[in-house]
């Protein structure tokens, strides 16, 4: 549910930025990563079974959404 979900990024969304930052060290584009990382969270929340998860589910969003951006910002240079 929308309700669920809005719960889910608040509790959630200082890890994910904080994962961000760490891995491109810019709080800009960590901002940008946090909420496609979100977005691509509601997509998928039905892969979602176990709320006990949900923070390793989400970390890995995070982390896989941080890599994605590394690997344009290369391929683009």
Request: hydrophobic share 40%; glycine share 2%; proline share 0%.
């Amino acid at each position: 549910s929308t309700d669920a979900f809005k719960a889910l990024v608040q509790k959630y969304h200082k890890k994910a930025y904080s994962i961000a930052l760490g891995m491109v060290h810019n709080a800009e584009d960590a901002h940008d990563i946090t909420q496609e990382a979100f977005i691509k969270a509601l997509q998928r929340q039905d892969q979602l079974k176990d709320d006990e998860k949900a923070t390793h589910w989400l970390s890995r969003i995070a982390t896989n959404t941080a890599l994605d951006f590394l690997r344009r910002a290369l391929s683009e240079k």
